[in-house]
């Protein structure tokens, strides 16, 4: 089963807010049966504050997206609407303490949801957005749907390209095969045909142009993202502390209560899972029990 | 209360006996079966051993026709592979929409290798159609690749019968049997099965070995060439320890059909009519008829499987579901789809899959729990009206979320 988070977990054995608000006057119903995801969002609203006073959940669907409809409720009650306005998927997973990347989906859902509710108080209609297609690449949760249209748009015709505007097929590179699928598709339809020798195109712009960081920088970025995340571990009476950075590697120490823990390697997931997102680039999360001796280091850069 | 297992059909327990078999083999007689000294003495008698257990099992003729693999998922990709290698004017092959992705993904590769695949349909209770069968075998096929029984809904497919079929057309039939081997007795001496597929770990033998039977005569291109294993069918140093485990759990399903076929199926059956009557908006799925004694799949309608099974496991009992989160996908289960299972259903189908280590009593604890987890889950459901304790009178109608 999935790794879930304490927190997942929590929403959903105890769901917050489950149920209709009685005499709501903004109602967001989102979802797609086929995914086996659909929520009904209800709100009460005040009208001359526009603060959601009251908000429930109904939902169809797993254990987290249960969770980040829980959770999601608890978030909005007491904001305005502009305010609300501003909640996006991330801060629903964050207060989850992550999410797995196939279940990302449902903190977009729970988003929707609530810009639909909005949409509807207000008399307008909700456009969705995007389009959800199968996960293709897990380190960096993209989907077929985004990849394919950035090879429409963007005449991308090698996996390197796909990775490059992107970041599909970056990390582990298991989902190359389903990338090159997608791209021979799609070359297909626009009269070319795939050739996995093809050079690849320039980088685009912005990928080009950011320069790559130095590696103080880039400890410096981690050591922020890993500050940013101590107080929710500490609530939890554990810590964590940056050792060292080896290539893609970040070793860290767990403290406290996460120490050992059984949920050691969830949080470190979820750790993982949001230095990949700040840096957008692959980086693994080990304990510093498992760091290799300085001698083993030196050899294998010689090697 | 200890936890219970009811996912006999995504793996089993190893059996005690089966353990203490293959113990000896790790650390005393861990020769290599091809060496002439004392540490290899005897490991090719046990292997022969095994293979004859196996063979009893499986009605075989000749004890070598049982190979050797590595599992289920190895012999699958074997049989069809040595099919179109020994055959290669013949490009199309024939499956059903409803088998294990150890065949469907090999057939969709294969599709993008230029063959044509015929996927044979079920109905709504997951039957084929034997006329449609009849009118796909011809000279151009390759083989027929039929599972016997399927491993979400348990139902069984007239697997001797459509051998007949085929081998009367000149075409090579494969079942991978990985579900039914050990739950149903077989002869395949008596049929027309050219290559059949089982996996140790459905039948209480440990995890990565299986089995390719391989009808004597019946022309075959090794998948893994290199060393004269298993009469260089299948080379690599053989997997001493599982074989003769594997052989020791055939031993033990045969003297165990009867029970498994009686005992097993009345927990089962006991299960389901509990559910079913306790349970509002819920159905079984595949045909009821013919099923494996040890299945149920039951569709729970309204509410999705995954959180089923989240507190079905907190409440210690552990089994498996359709639904398209427990996977990770998007979508159901293709086997739920080809019965054409509503989407509000199929998100939220359980299996119950029992073996010979379960109790009358484990079922009575599932029935205790299963009303009040159901009833939540609706309670939270959109499609579910709380206030009448009742799906909303046209559910698809009163909640229609934009689709995203
Ligand atoms: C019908 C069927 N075929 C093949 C397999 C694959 O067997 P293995 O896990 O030994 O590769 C399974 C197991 O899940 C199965 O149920």
Not at chain 2, 32 to 44: C, L, M
Not at chain 2, 120 to 127: E, F, I, Q
Not at chain 2, 382 to 400: C, L, T
Request: hydrophobic letters at 40%.
């Amino acid at each position: 089963m999935w790794d879930y988070s304490d927190k997942v977990k929590d929403h959903f054995f105890n769901p917050k807010n489950a149920g209709a608000v009685v005499d709501a006057n903004a109602i967001g119903e989102v979802g797609s049966i086929s995914c086996g995801d659909a929520l009904r969002l209800t709100l009460k609203v005040n009208p001359d504050s526009e603060i959601i006073e009251d908000a429930g959940f109904q939902t169809f669907g797993c254990g987290s997206a249960i969770a980040s409809s829980s959770v999601l409720t608890e978030i909005i009650k007491g904001m305005t609407l502009d305010q609300a306005l501003k909640v996006t998927n991330q801060d629903i997973a964050a207060e989850l303490d992550g999410l797995p990347p196939e279940k990302m989906h449902c903190s977009v859902m729970g988003r929707e949801a609530l810009q639909a509710a909005i949409a509807n108080y207000r008399g307008e209609e909700w456009q969705d957005d995007h389009e959800e297609g199968a996960l293709i690449c897990k380190c960096f949760a993209i989907d077929a749907v985004m990849i394919e249209e950035m090879v429409w748009a963007n005449k991308l015709r090698t996996v390197e390209d796909v990775t490059n505007y992107t970041k599909a097929g970056g990390g582990c590179a298991a989902c190359h095969e389903d990338i090159e699928a997608i791209l021979e598709k799609v070359l297909k339809e626009r009269g070319e045909s795939f050739d996995p020798a093809a050079a690849p195109l320039a980088k685009p712009e912005a990928v080009a142009e950011a320069k790559p960081m130095t590696n103080l920088q880039r400890i410096k970025k981690i050591e922020e993202v890993l500050n940013s995340l101590r107080p929710q571990l500490m609530a939890d009476g554990g810590d964590v502390e940056l050792v060292d950075v080896v290539g893609n590697i970040a070793y860290v120490n767990m403290t406290g209560a996460c120490n050992g823990c059984q949920m050691a390697a969830m949080t470190i997931a979820g750790i993982q899972q949001r230095l990949m997102e700040v840096l957008g680039e692959f980086i693994r999360v080990v304990p510093a029990s498992q760091m290799p001796k300085l001698t083993d280091m030196q050899e294998t850069t010689h090697a | 209360m200890p936890d219970i297992y009811l996912d006999n059909n995504a793996t089993t327990k190893v059996d005690r006996a089966v353990v203490d078999a293959m113990i000896p083999f790790f650390t005393e007689q861990f020769g290599n079966p091809s060496s002439i000294h004392r540490f290899a003495d005897g490991v090719a008698r046990a292997i022969k051993k095994a293979r004859g257990q196996v063979q009893e099992l499986l009605g075989a003729e000749h004890d070598s026709e049982i190979i050797f693999t590595s599992c289920g998922t190895e012999s699958d990709s074997t049989a069809i592979l040595s099919a179109i290698r020994a055959q290669p004017n013949r490009k199309e092959i024939i499956t059903t929409t409803v088998e294990h992705p150890a065949i469907l993904s090999l057939c969709e590769a294969l599709e993008k290798d230029g063959y044509t695949i015929h996927r044979l349909p079920v109905d709504k209770c997951g039957r084929l159609n034997l006329d449609a069968y009849q009118k796909m075998l011809s000279d151009q096929v390759a083989i027929v690749s039929v599972m016997w029984a399927n491993n979400e809904t348990g139902t069984i497919f007239p697997v001797e019968e459509m051998a007949e079929m085929a081998n009367a057309a000149g075409v090579m039939f494969h079942t991978d049997a990985v579900q039914a081997v050990g739950k149903i007795p077989m002869m395949l001496q008596d049929t027309k099965i050219d290559m059949l597929s089982i996996s140790g770990h459905k039948l209480h033998a440990p995890k990565g070995i299986g089995v390719l039977y391989l009808r004597r005569g019946t022309r075959f291109r090794p998948l893994l060439r290199g060393g004269h294993q298993e009469r260089g069918r299948r080379a690599g140093t053989e997997n001493t320890a599982s074989i003769v485990g594997l052989g020791v759990a055939c031993e033990l399903a045969m003297q165990h059909m009867e029970f498994e076929n009686t005992q097993v199926k009345a927990m089962r059956d006991r299960l389901e009519r509990g559910i079913v009557a306790q349970i509002p908006h819920c159905f079984i799925t595949g045909d009821l008829n013919n099923r494996l004694p040890n299945t149920t799949d039951i569709a729970f309608e309204y509410i999705e499987g995954e959180a089923i099974l989240m507190l079905l496991n907190k409440a210690g009992i552990a089994a498996s579901s359709g639904s398209a989160c427990t996977s990770g996908s998007l979508e159901p289960s293709h086997v739920m789809r080809a019965m054409q299972i509503p989407y509000t259903a199929a998100h939220g189908t359980i299996r119950f899959s029992f073996s010979r280590y379960n109790t009358l009593h484990e079922v009575d604890e599932v029935l205790k729990v299963m009303p009040d987890i159901v009833a939540t889950l609706r309670k939270l459901s959109p499609y579910w009206d709380s206030v009448n304790n009742a799906p909303f009178v046209n559910p698809e109608q009163a909640f229609q979320p934009t689709y995203a």
